[in-house]
Nanobody, 123 residues
Framework: QTQLVDSGGGLVQPGGSLRLSCTASDLTLENYFVGWFRQPPGKERELVSC????????YYDEAVKGRFTLSRDNAKNTVYLQMDSLKPEDTGIYYC????????????????WGQGTQVTVSS
Protein backbone atom coordinates (compact mmCIF):
# COMPACT_ATOMS: atom_id res chain seq x y z
CA GLN A 1 0.00 0.00 0.00
CA THR A 2 1.36 3.35 -1.01
CA GLN A 3 2.35 5.45 1.97
CA LEU A 4 4.19 8.66 2.49
CA VAL A 5 6.83 9.04 5.17
CA ASP A 6 6.91 12.34 6.98
CA SER A 7 9.52 13.30 9.55
CA GLY A 8 11.31 16.20 11.18
CA GLY A 9 9.00 17.13 14.02
CA GLY A 10 10.13 17.85 17.54
CA LEU A 11 10.05 20.21 20.48
CA VAL A 12 11.11 23.77 19.77
CA GLN A 13 10.91 27.05 21.62
CA PRO A 14 8.73 29.90 20.34
CA GLY A 15 10.55 31.73 17.58
CA GLY A 16 12.46 28.62 16.59
CA SER A 17 12.50 26.66 13.35
CA LEU A 18 11.89 23.14 12.14
CA ARG A 19 12.00 21.52 8.71
CA LEU A 20 9.59 18.72 7.97
CA SER A 21 10.28 16.22 5.18
CA CYS A 22 7.94 14.03 3.17
CA THR A 23 9.03 11.27 0.84
CA ALA A 24 7.51 8.27 -0.89
CA SER A 25 8.99 4.99 -2.07
CA ASP A 26 6.58 4.27 -4.91
CA LEU A 27 5.27 7.67 -5.97
CA THR A 28 7.06 10.30 -7.99
CA LEU A 29 5.95 13.28 -5.93
CA GLU A 30 6.71 15.72 -8.72
CA ASN A 31 3.68 14.35 -10.57
CA TYR A 32 1.32 14.81 -7.62
CA PHE A 33 -0.11 17.75 -5.76
CA VAL A 34 1.17 17.66 -2.21
CA GLY A 35 -0.20 19.20 0.95
CA TRP A 36 0.83 19.66 4.55
CA PHE A 37 -1.99 19.41 7.06
CA ARG A 38 -1.90 19.71 10.83
CA GLN A 39 -4.13 18.66 13.67
CA PRO A 40 -3.84 20.79 16.80
CA PRO A 41 -4.77 19.13 20.10
CA GLY A 42 -8.54 18.72 20.35
CA LYS A 43 -9.18 20.29 16.96
CA GLU A 44 -9.95 19.23 13.40
CA ARG A 45 -7.27 18.60 10.83
CA GLU A 46 -6.52 21.74 8.84
CA LEU A 47 -4.63 22.60 5.69
CA VAL A 48 -1.37 24.48 6.22
CA SER A 49 0.09 24.59 2.72
CA CYS A 50 -0.18 22.78 -0.58
CA UNK A 51 1.52 22.74 -3.95
CA UNK A 52 0.35 21.85 -7.42
CA UNK A 53 2.06 19.00 -9.22
CA UNK A 54 5.30 20.29 -10.64
CA UNK A 55 5.35 22.94 -7.92
CA UNK A 56 3.95 25.66 -10.17
CA UNK A 57 1.64 27.13 -7.54
CA UNK A 58 1.71 27.06 -3.77
CA TYR A 59 -0.95 27.99 -1.23
CA TYR A 60 -0.43 28.98 2.38
CA ASP A 61 -3.00 29.40 5.09
CA GLU A 62 -3.10 32.95 6.42
CA ALA A 63 -1.94 31.74 9.82
CA VAL A 64 1.42 30.58 8.42
CA LYS A 65 1.95 32.87 5.43
CA GLY A 66 5.36 34.50 5.61
CA ARG A 67 6.64 32.00 8.17
CA PHE A 68 6.33 28.62 6.43
CA THR A 69 7.75 27.62 3.07
CA LEU A 70 6.83 24.51 1.07
CA SER A 71 9.49 23.34 -1.36
CA ARG A 72 10.23 20.33 -3.52
CA ASP A 73 13.49 18.52 -4.26
CA ASN A 74 12.56 16.34 -7.19
CA ALA A 75 15.97 14.66 -7.33
CA LYS A 76 15.36 13.36 -3.80
CA ASN A 77 11.64 12.81 -4.36
CA THR A 78 11.06 14.85 -1.22
CA VAL A 79 8.78 17.71 -0.24
CA TYR A 80 9.74 19.98 2.63
CA LEU A 81 7.93 22.34 4.94
CA GLN A 82 10.32 24.89 6.41
CA MET A 83 8.73 26.40 9.49
CA ASP A 84 10.23 29.56 10.94
CA SER A 85 9.17 31.92 13.72
CA LEU A 86 7.19 29.12 15.27
CA LYS A 87 4.41 29.97 17.70
CA PRO A 88 2.73 27.85 20.40
CA GLU A 89 -0.40 27.75 18.25
CA ASP A 90 1.58 25.89 15.58
CA THR A 91 1.64 22.87 17.91
CA GLY A 92 0.05 19.74 16.47
CA ILE A 93 0.57 16.60 14.46
CA TYR A 94 1.69 17.45 10.94
CA TYR A 95 0.83 15.21 8.02
CA CYS A 96 1.95 15.28 4.44
CA UNK A 97 -0.49 14.08 1.81
CA UNK A 98 -0.51 13.64 -1.95
CA UNK A 99 -3.04 13.28 -4.72
CA UNK A 100 -3.51 13.67 -8.45
CA UNK A 101 -5.90 15.35 -10.80
CA UNK A 102 -7.53 18.68 -10.03
CA UNK A 103 -5.63 20.56 -7.33
CA UNK A 104 -7.68 20.66 -4.16
CA UNK A 105 -7.53 21.97 -0.61
CA UNK A 106 -9.82 19.28 0.79
CA UNK A 107 -8.21 16.58 2.92
CA UNK A 108 -10.69 14.00 1.63
CA UNK A 109 -9.33 14.39 -1.89
CA UNK A 110 -5.83 13.32 -0.89
CA UNK A 111 -5.59 9.51 -1.09
CA UNK A 112 -2.01 9.16 0.19
CA TRP A 113 -0.95 10.18 3.69
CA GLY A 114 2.04 10.07 5.95
CA GLN A 115 1.85 8.75 9.48
CA GLY A 116 2.23 12.20 11.02
CA THR A 117 5.01 13.91 12.92
CA GLN A 118 4.52 15.78 16.19
CA VAL A 119 5.47 19.44 16.40
CA THR A 120 5.44 21.04 19.84
CA VAL A 121 6.22 24.72 20.29
CA SER A 122 6.70 25.53 23.93
CA SER A 123 9.08 27.29 26.26
Amino acid sequence: QTQLVDSGGGLVQPGGSLRLSCTASDLTLENYFVGWFRQPPGKERELVSCSKSGGRDTYYDEAVKGRFTLSRDNAKNTVYLQMDSLKPEDTGIYYCAAGWGTWTFRAGDYPYWGQGTQVTVSS
